[in-house]
């Protein structure tokens, strides 16, 4: 390995698979709803998962021909996202990794991720997935109150969740996230604990803990159904932050919680800027690089979102990038305080520099300015808010925004 890549961040992989069995009215991400088989019922065909497998690989070729130096650096973490990667047959992994593995490396103690939908899993495809190579689960239980399930759209209900994760032991996986969500219409204190309760008892080794919001360009957002008021959603994020940390679980990033040394790796690479290939349709990645000055080059790129169009550039040879950008030095302090502040114990001071090439010393207005209101460490040898400043968290993020 070159002093030149010695010298770069962390590198990971983001997978995206942008198909769903129905839309969530919540939902803004790049997912589209599949249509129904002859049974009737929606899946993924075996015809359009083959092509998008090949799509995936010729994706990372072209980032890999614009980034040769890549090749270089080791994934430590691989995350399928989407979209609802669990329609996709374990068949399809198998092909996928033996591409991944023919070009790059991957750490031996690789994570390796996989988003499920409970409804759509079983325990042969559980038992598939982790033959292919992934080692941990990420569940989107959201709820297990079938009421709250039904207003969200969810596919599944309570028990069909929890029948999923005793799937998911069963063929081996003992690192998983359950994915819940609070502020849900209708959700009161005690029903946002007694899913947090439910989780608990699946003794999972990390929680997803966070807020429905209402986001543009969604159902929700243009017809909102009834949700807590303030002073509720107040309390159940006191007490159930409570709940879930007495249960010996470390809330290490905002909506984060994990027991100790599960944390997410993958998301943890996000938060503390490192650097990640994004492939699939609407992927996004972030890759750093030195140009013949020296000097550390920042770009972020995306890829085309809708699925047909994506599949088309397989067929016709093209790359799939949608767009690109190199971040500008007045853009990268608060590009990097967006993620490293979420973190709750921030990240060292010296990672400033050497993720984003430019020097902390041209902040230290902006940090005095929030140590005299108690909103940042007193460790001067980490970049991180006090508790006070995490409560709030978008105050501080202010501070860092180029007027």
């Known amino acids: 390995m070159t002093e030149l890549t010695r010298a770069l961040p962390p590198l990971s992989l983001y997978v995206h698979l942008p198909w769903c069995v129905k839309k969530c009215p919540y939902c803004d991400f790049n997912s589209h709803a599949l249509e129904a088989g002859a049974d009737g019922k929606p899946c993924l065909d075996a015809w359009v998962e083959k092509q998008y497998v090949q ?31 669990s329609l996709m047959s374990p068949q399809g992994y198998q092909v996928f990794f033996a591409g991944l593995k023919s070009r790059l490396q991957l750490v031996g103690d690789c994570e390796i991720t996989l988003e499920a939908n409970p409804g759509t899993v079983e325990q042969a495809r559980f038992s598939g997935y982790r033959e292919a190579g992934i080692n941990r689960l990420s569940m989107g239980v959201q709820s297990f ?62 929680l997803s803990w966070y807020q429905l919001t209402l986001e543009p360009n969604t159902s929700f957002y243009s017809h909102p159904p009834k949700l807590p008021e303030e002073d509720t959603l107040a309390a159940i994020q006191d007490v159930g932050s409570a709940l879930i940390q007495q249960a010996g679980f470390i809330h290490y990033e905002v909506s984060a919680f994990a027991l100790a040394g599960k944390q997410a790796r993958h998301n943890l690479n996000y938060w503390s800027f490192g650097d990640y290939l994004g492939i699939g349709a609407g992927a ?23 699925p047909q169009a994506y599949l088309s550039r397989l067929i016709e040879g093209r790359d799939f990038l949608a767009g690109t950008e190199v971040l500008t030095p007045d853009e990268l302090p608060i590009e990097f305080m967006m993620n490293a502040l979420r973190l709750a114990q921030g990240v060292k001071a010296e990672s400033y520099p050497l993720r984003t090439g430019l020097d902390l010393a041209d902040l230290q207005s902006q940090i005095q300015a929030l140590k005299q209101r108690d909103l940042w460490t007193t460790d001067a040898g980490r970049i991180a808010c006090s508790a006070l400043g995490w409560r709030w968290l978008n105050t501080v993020l202010e501070q860092f925004i180029k007027i």
Do not use: C, Y
């Not at 890549?70 to 990667?85: C, Q």
């Not at 990645?285 to 020296?294: I, M, Q, V, Y």
């Open 55 to 85: 799509a995936l690989l010729a994706d990372l070729d072209f980032d890999l021909l614009a980034f040769p130096e890549m090749a270089e650096r080791p994934l430590i973490s691989v995350f399928f996202g989407g979209g609802t990667p």
């Open 145 to 206: 109150a079938d009421k709250q399930l039904k207003a969200l759209g969810r596919i599944h209900n309570g028990q069909e969740a929890v029948a999923a994760v005793a799937s998911a032991r069963k063929a081996g996986f003992d690192n998983f996230n359950l994915d819940l969500m609070h502020g849900l219409p209708e959700q009161t204190p005690n029903l946002a604990l007694a899913d947090i309760q439910q989780a608990l008892d699946l003794q999972p080794t990390h």
């Open 284 to 306: 996004h990645g972030k890759l750093s690089r030195f140009n013949p000055a020296g000097d550390l080059v920042i770009e972020r790129r995306w890829k085309t979102r809708q």
